[in-house]
Structures are given as C-alpha cells and as structure tokens.
C-alpha cells in the first residue's frame, strides 16, 4: 500500500528551495485536502459566516448614513466629502458594532491559522492506527492555543502598526518576519515573546526569500480573489444605484450585501489555506537551516538497533512435527 504523503515528520522538515516550496504546499493540499477540509468546515466555517454577516451590517448602517445625506440633498465639494468620510469612519469606530467586528475578524484568522497549523502538526505524529485525522482531534490543538493566539493578534497588530509609524521600513520587514509567528506557536508551544525572538531568529538572513515566497503567493491567489471581488463589485454597485431610488430596492440590497460579504468570508477557507501552508513549509526550512532538527533525527534514526521481535509460539529446541 503506497504511503500517503507528508505523514511523518520527515516529509516536512527537510530544505527546500523556492519552487520546492511551491510544489510541496499544493503537494500537501493534493494528499490532505479532504482532512484538512472537513477540519475547515466544522472549525472555521460558522466563524466565517458570522464574521460575514458582522462585517455587511457594519457596511450597510455606513451606507445608510450615506444615502441619508444623499437624500436630503447636501452637497460636498471634493474636499468637504473626504472630511465627511473621516467623521463617518470616526462615528463608526465609537459604535460597538465595530469592535464586535474586529472581535469576530479575529477570532475568524485565529480559528484558521490554528486549524491549519494543528492539522499539519497532527500529520507530522501521526497515530499507529493511520487513522484519518479528525475534526475532533484538530480542535483540541486548537482550543489549547486559542487564546494566546487571539490575543497575539493585538500584540503583533501593535507592533506592526509601531514599525509603520517609523518610516514604514521597520513595518515592512516585521510584517514579514512575524507571518512565521503562528506556525512558530503552534509547533514549538511557545509563549508571546519567545515566539516574537524566535520569528526574528529564524528569519535573519532570509527575510528576501520569505517576502518573495508570500509575495508571489499573494499574487497568485490574489488574481482569483479580485476576479470574484470584481463580479461581487459589480453587483453591489448596480444595486447601491437602484438604492438611491425606493425603499423597497435598498431593502433587497441589505439583503444582498449580506449574502455577498458572507461569500467573501467563506471564500477566504479557500485563499488562505495556501498561504498559511506555504508559510509552514517556509519555517521547516528555516528551522532545518539553522537547527538541523529532521537531519539529527535521521542520524538517531540510523544509529537506532531494530526493536527485537519476540515470538512466544517459536522455541529453538523444538524441532516440532514433521
């Protein structure tokens, strides 16, 4: 029977070049897309949803406060319209409809970083049985790292945002330093700032190539992303237009803003997953690079003496019948 691949832990923590990296991330999707799958969809799917559904009431009570001005007939000139925008955006973030928003968004990228991350670390030790891995099984790793992950979020958001603040540099090479942060938690079990040392560790020296490994991931995966955002686009606005005119067509666009941005919201269980796998294979090489963990354990390997096999039913000194 042909062995699945990337079912043990030396499938993953080998070097690998730039379009090994590639093959091995849709490699994996090939063999696991099914367990991975079902992971997703039981996991990552409501939050998804309700994120979805956040995110369209947020947008529709924005457009509402829009249309109420277009209605009454006031006017803006380019200017006044731009500090009209920021005094929209300002009221908004006072609302609790907003930080309910960002909450869920959160918790979203949570939930599907770790759903991730736990199925390949699942794959890496695998049970004696080979049984399938189940949803079960990729929710406990989930629920152990689960609040120190959302709160990371805030942290690195902080961080992240600081860098920016200083000429954008620090920003940029953070940003990309810390994408290696949530597979560095899931597999080493590390806490907040040991995780931040280890991402700066593991990326000194090749901060290049993993900007251009999520850059080109990014790219790729966006085209498919903006083609649907477009289709979508282009059905808000022509009923954003129809809005303008009855009541009865703004209803009918709520309804369809909220059927769009959940779609969005799901469609992000198919973009990401690639992305956050090829980061996974990304850190096994940088790891491998600098620690030389899979090779060690391929020289323990073969320095191992084969386990005696003892046969209770086989005695030396009985020649039994013939």
Known sequence: MTRLPFTQESDFRQQRDFGQKFSATFEFIGAH???????LLYIVLPAA????????????????????????????????AALEQLALMGRMTGTPLYWLNISVSFAFATLLVL????????????????????????????KE?????FLSYFGLAILIIIGFFLLAIPGIYLSVAFSLFF?????????FGATLSRCLQLIKGKWWSTFGLLFIMLFMLGILFAVVGAMAGGLTLG???GALGTDGASQDFSVLLIVLTTLGGVLNLLIYPPILLAI?????????RRDGIGLRQMVDQLGRAPVPVHNTDYRPDDEGEY
């Open 33 to 39: 897309w099914r367990g991975l799958g079902r992971a």
């Open 49 to 80: 949803l309700l994120r979805g559904v956040a995110a369209a009431v947020l947008q529709q009570q924005m457009l509402q406060e829009t249309l109420g001005a277009v209605r009454s007939g006031t006017r803006y000139s380019p200017n006044t």
């Open 115 to 142: 759903t991730v991350y736990s199925y390949v670390k699942l794959c890496m030790h695998p049970a004696p049985t080979n049984e399938p891995i189940t949803p079960g099984e990729v929710w406990q790793g989930v």
């Open 145 to 149: 790292h689960f609040l120190g992950s």
């Open 183 to 191: 597979v560095v938690k899931v597999m080493e079990g590390s806490g």
């Open 239 to 241: 009923m954003a237009r």
């Open 280 to 288: 996974a294979f990304q850190y096994f090489n940088l790891v491998e």
